[in-house]
Structures are given as structure tokens and as C-alpha cells.
């Protein structure tokens, strides 16, 4: 019994990484489909037809498995969310494998939705973030294309590592090998940041934070010791995080 459960914990965490490597791996490149079958899928509630190489920025294919609350949880709302959004009869209600959910609100799903920040004169997107790290120094500047997404910020091992804006956390957790301990913070309909190969993790799920507060401490790093990796999704896509960080916030 015990060897069984063991088994399906494991499964259970290969599962849950899987899932949310594919939500991970869409903010990183901006991708917006999923592998499946060569047929249309269209959701019977909401009349919406997609290809299958093509599954719209806002919605998700239902895998094997798959649950309502493992997608809601994956994608950071509730399960009566998403009941909503495709009219389910409950929040408890079954997916159908092959089937395509909206997974965020229209807002989300669109790119209307513009952030406005009181900055002053000047660009008011480079005082829209704040560092992350006191003191920190960039030891691997972003590259657009390159196998980073982001920028490789050096601290000393302890070091805080602070939420970028005010957000909501969507994931904490080690799930994402290739991103170690890592925390997901969504700031707004069109901005995520990302905290990889940290030493510590200092937040929940579904957490708010405000700027500014700690989220993590700087570890080892996955090479060198007090690195760690800072990303930033803006309409899904990655950009370089120094032209939205506070010139004076160091």
C-alpha cells in the first residue's frame, strides 16, 4: 500500500509539473498552443472554434487528467471561475478531454489592456518595476533569443530577493526543473515576473504581495552561488526586465 501511494504521488507531482511547465513555457515564448490531435475543438457552451495548432492567447486544451481544479490552480483562478467562463453547469463539473476552456477573462485574453502608472514625466514604464535585489548587479544581461528569458541578477546567498510590483503570486514551488525553486507573481492583465533558482521560498499560492516585500532568498544559483533568475512577460511575451525597472530603485 505504501509503495502504491508512493506511485501515485508521484505521478500526481509529474502530472501537476507538466501542467504547469506548458502555462510556464506559453509566458516564456508567447506561445498559445497546445500539442493535440489535427481536428477543430470548439467548446459546445461558448460556440468558440479553434484549431487544434492554434488554441487562442486565454484559452487551454483539456489534456488526460485534467481537472477543473488543476487547470483553475495551473492558471491562477478559482474553479467557479472557469464554471463561469464556459458555462459549466458547477465548479465541480468534468472537462472533456479535447475540449477548449477559456482559462482567463476577457481582459486577460486581449490586448487592450494597457497599464497606467503615475510616474511622473518621463517613460512611465521604467518606474513600473522595482529591483528586486538591493545592490544587485546584472552578470548575464538579457538576449532576445537567447535560451534565457530574462536577466541573471548576482546578490550573496540570503540575500532578499523583493516582489517587483504588487501582485498576486500563481506559483510557488519547485515543480519547473529547469527553473528550480521559483515563484510566478501576475501584476496585471498583461504583466507576470518570475523569481528562478531561489535559495528560499517566502510566499504561498494566491498570496498578495505589495512591492517591495520579500518573496525569496538568493541561493547557490544553478551555477555560480548568489545568482538567480529575474523575468518579465508583458502581453505575453518576454522582454528585456531593465527597460521596466526604476533607475533610481537600487
Known sequence: MERWNAVKARSKRTYVGGLLYAVWVIALSGCTSFPSADVSQTNQRTGVAVQADAVPVGYYRVNRNDSLISIARAFGYSPAELANWNRLPSSDAQPVEGEVLRVAPLSDSTTAANVNVDAGAGDAREHLLGWPLQSATVSEPFKMGGSRKG????????????????????????????????????????????????????????????????????????????????????????????????????
Open 151 to 250: 536577466i541573471v541578477l548576482r546578490g550573496k546567498p540570503g540575500d532578499a530577493v523583493m516582489a517587483a510590483a504588487d501582485g498576486r503570486v500563481i506559483y510557488a514551488g519547485t515543480g519547473l526543473k529547469r527553473y528550480g525553486s521559483l515563484i510566478i507573481i501576475k501584476h496585471n492583465a498583461t504583466l507576470v515576473t518570475g523569481y528562478a533558482h531561489l535559495g528560499a521560498l517566502l510566499v504561498r499560492e494566491n498570496q498578495s504581495v505589495r512591492k517591495g516585500q520579500v518573496v525569496g532568498r538568493v541561493g547557490t544559483g544553478d551555477q555560480d552561488g548568489g545568482t538567480f533568475e529575474f523575468n518579465v512577460f508583458e502581453k505575453n511575451h518576454p522582454v528585456n526586465p531593465v527597460t521596466l525597472l526604476a533607475k533610481a530603485d537600487r
